[in-house]
């Protein structure tokens, strides 16, 4: 009797839910008007974690003061769901100093490159032999890092089975195997032009060293390669599912071409007399102003994700790299004509440029172990969507 | 060997190569047109009973090491996450159960609102949710036994509403115990695959996504491209190592160990658009029995991977299982970056040129 009852229920309820046409995820949505259910009115159901009977209560207090693994001060009061507050995406496994060091050695060595040929062209023997002896140098420590960081450095020659242009790490592979040889070459060349017996010999092959034509060759070969060579390392990282490199991935390659001018330009300003060093100068006064004015935007433009670049050890780092581009920028431009004022604001450039590769390496790191800076960004872009859907719908 | 989505960079992707739907992504990859069908995962949560034989299925299949819940190599601790002593998903670790454990707290009906049910008398006032319940399968379900009665006829509506297999009552709280197995989805839309710059990664002939472990050097760079954190490096190898739908198995025509090994069919193998009607049919199930949380995940074909091949059925959001609740193969905007840092290329090559321009001095 009982069950027949039972089953009427549902019978007389089944039809008027099929003719309003809710779906079933909206069900809920009336129920929760009803009085004496608002208290579980959530979404979800009011589902909530149970470790205990104080579990909520202590999540939530950690969040506040900022725990280390659900959260942070500055965002303390957004609500997100996590796995036992675990990482989501996996962070890179490269290795720190291997690869940002990398980066920044790649983008000094990249911009060198160029002012290096510009200074073959104009007469300036001091300083392409400094840019020279920088852009190979560079690159040469840049695929020894890059090997080091592999996890089977002796399969490294694998990079270049096949290309494809959908991995930047295949892409730059083929751009810094000519770019470290053509670099390497004119370091090279420029070295071994200073040996006596190279300068003095007669025969064809202390010749063909001293020979401008092959210098010239070899350096607008690094030159060609050293704009991409600065550039694709910012699609290296932004390419990626951690989310504060992704999010600024339009903005990364110029913090970092920026940041290579500076350094190359730094560098270039240290080794190289006053005379000479004004196109250094140059690039490096404005690539500091392009890498602050970039940085800028990836840490101000992207909402939580940009939080990494403002807190912790990346924060720290990030910040010390301003004060340092900044004041090389200003130094070379004030003191730069004069040899002491060069070395220092060179030094301070390249600083700055170094620090600012390992707090935007550290920045990612951070937001990739946190799973707030997957969760919430996702979530409102799904909220967008749907409040997209619901305007297009509703006109 | 250059990679099949080269057209895509042109500017327009009219194929899907990067992202979108694909509705042969095997024949895409490169296969001729008689490749099997492509196969896939359909992970039914609401029957999961988490007993975690798909873990060890896969471990004893595969030869994996043993490992913590963070992945270090021959460690073996208590995380203090429920049962869920594997932590995630790694290079040792291809299945990995998660254990949710809920409350929420119930509400008692308040004597305003219509004839309350008084305990005792659940089955006579159908719950005590009157006509205006929703749930077909309460009732039924509270005649079960007697103690379910009791508990169901305190419980308002909305609760009932919201009823789901794996929900209990315990006084005045309801506690229910998620469990879902998780695995590498091998998406339509592969970031792993996208980025491995060595090939050691490629597309199955069923469409599965396989690290090939004599080729990879260990670069790492498909580890952070996952936008789901599946695939892992080993530490002492170098090398990095996920799910692989069990290649082998596949080839000699049998099942995966894992869903051999499902005692529930919680995990389910079988050709991907089988196991999507039938994921349809269990939904539409499962939502006309009032479970109003119940959804797919990875399902959609419209979102950020083009379609998981390997799919779920959850009971509470994505991200309460550690799944990201709106993943997007990060290649989507790699052409806008490739563009970008072209323009930021040129603007090196002409800020350092222009250096070398107008008077000496």
Redesign the interface.
């Known amino acids: 009797m ?2 027949r ?3 009427e ?2 019978a ?3 039809p008027e ?1 099929g003719r309003t046409g809710v779906p ?2 909206a ?2 949505a009336p ?2 008007h ?4 608002s ?3 959530t ?9 205990g009977p104080s579990a909520q209560k202590r999540e939530k207090r950690k969040r506040r003061r900022g725990g280390a693994r659900d959260g942070d001060p500055t965002v303390g009061d957004a609500e ?5 507050g ?9 290795k720190t100093p291997d690869v940002p060091l990398y980066l920044f050695l790649g983008g000094a060595a ?2 060198s490159a ?2 290096g040929a ?2 073959e ?2 007469g300036r023997p001091a300083l392409a032999r400094a840019a020279h002896l920088i852009a190979g140098g560079g690159a040469i420590a840049s695929v020894g890092f890059l090997i080091h ?5 002796e ?2 020659l ?2 270049l ?10 892409v ?2 083929y751009i810094l195997s000519p770019f470290s040889t053509a670099a390497g070459g004119a370091a090279a060349l420029s070295l071994l032009g200073q040996v006596p017996a190279v300068r003095r010999g007669r025969g064809w092959l202390p010749k063909l060293v001293r020979s401008t034509g092959l210098r010239r060759t070899a350096s607008v070969g690094a ?1 060609a390669f ?3 060579m ?3 390392t ?3 990282l ?5 989310p504060s ?2 999010e600024p ?3 990364l ?2 913090v ?2 920026g940041s ?2 500076a350094a ?2 730094g560098l270039c300003m240290v080794f190289t007399p006053v ?1 000479q060093a ?6 490096a006064v ?2 500091a102003a ?1 890498e602050l004015a970039a940085m800028h935007k990836v840490e101000h433009d992207h909402g939580v994700v940009s939080e990494p670049f403002h807190i912790g050890r990346a924060g720290t780092l990030l910040r010390i790299a301003k004060a340092c581009t900044s004041a090389g920028a200003v130094g070379a431009t004030v003191l730069g004509g004069k040899r002491w004022g060069a070395v220092g604001s060179g030094v301070l450039l390249a600083v700055g440029s170094l620090l600012t590769r390992f707090g935007v390496f550290d920045a990612g790191m951070a937001s ?1 172990k946190d ?1 707030k800076y ?2 919430i960004p ?2 409102a ?2 909220a967008a969507r749907e409040a997209a859907a619901t305007t297009a719908s509703g006109a | 060997m250059i990679s099949s989505a080269s057209p895509a960079f042109t500017g327009n992707d009219p194929e899907n190569r990067l992202f979108g739907p694909l509705p042969d992504v095997t024949g895409e990859a490169g296969y001729e047109p008689d490749h099997p069908a492509r196969v896939g995962f359909f992970t039914d949560t609401s029957v999961c009973i988490g007993c975690k034989a798909c873990e060890v299925a896969c471990k004893e299949w595969n030869t994996l090491p043993m490992d913590d819940a963070d992945g270090t190599v021959d460690a073996l601790g208590l995380s203090g996450m429920s049962y869920d002593n594997t932590g995630m998903l790694g290079a040792n670790s291809w299945r990995h159960v998660a254990f949710v454990e809920q409350s929420r707290p119930v509400d008692l009906p308040l004597p305003s609102i219509g004839a309350p049910a008084a305990p005792g008398q659940g089955v006579g006032s159908g719950g005590g949710c009157g006509g205006s319940c929703g749930s077909g399968e309460s009732p039924s379900h509270a005649n079960a036994d007697g103690v379910t009665i009791d508990q169901a006829s305190v419980l308002n509506a909305q609760a009932l509403s919201s009823f789901d297999p794996q929900t209990a009552q315990s006084g005045d709280r309801e506690i229910r115990w998620l469990m879902s197995s998780d695995v590498c989805k091998h998406c339509t839309h592969a970031g792993c695959l996208d980025v491995c710059p060595t090939g050691a990664l490629f597309r199955t002939e069923f469409g599965t996504v396989v690290v090939q472990d004599d080729i990879c050097n260990g670069c790492g760079y498909c580890v952070p491209a996952c936008p789901y954190g599946v695939i892992d490096q080993r530490k002492d190898d170098g090398k990095v190592f996920k799910c692989t739908m069990c290649y082998d198995r596949l080839t000699d025509g049998l099942q995966p160990a894992c869903a051999t090994a499902c005692p529930t069919q919680s995990i389910q193998f079988g050709d991907l658009d089988e196991l999507q009607a039938r994921a349809d049919a269990r939904l539409a199930t499962l939502t006309e029995q009032g479970v109003t949380t119940a959804r797919l995940y990875g399902r959609d074909e419209d979102d950020g991977v083009g379609g998981a091949g390997a799919f779920f059925l959850l009971l509470d959001e994505p991200e309460v299982y550690g799944l990201p609740p709106d993943p997007v193969v990060t290649t989507r905007d790699l052409p806008s970056m490739w563009r970008h840092a072209a323009g930021a290329a040129a603007m090196l090559v002409g800020v350092a040129l222009s250096g070398f321009l107008g008077r000496r001095r």
């Open positions: 009982s069950g009852h039972a089953s229920v549902p007389d309820e089944t839910m079933a995820e069900v809920d129920l929760d009803r009085p004496g259910t208290g579980i009115a979404p979800g159901g009011g589902w909530r974690r149970a470790q997100f769901q996590s796995y036992y675990r990482q989501i995406v996996k962070s890179a496994v490269w990249g911009s160029v002012l510009g200074a062209f104009t960081d592999l996890g089977r450095p399969r490294f694998h990079m089975r096949v290309f494809k242009p959908t991995s930047p790490l295949s730059g592979s030159a050293g704009g991409p600065a550039a694709y910012a699609v290296l932004a390419n990626t599912a951690t490199w992704h991935g339009n903005q390659p110029f970092f071409t290579a001018l190359g330009g005379d004004s196109p250094a100068r140059k690039a404005v690539g392009v990739s799973p997957v969760v996702q979530r872009r799904m």
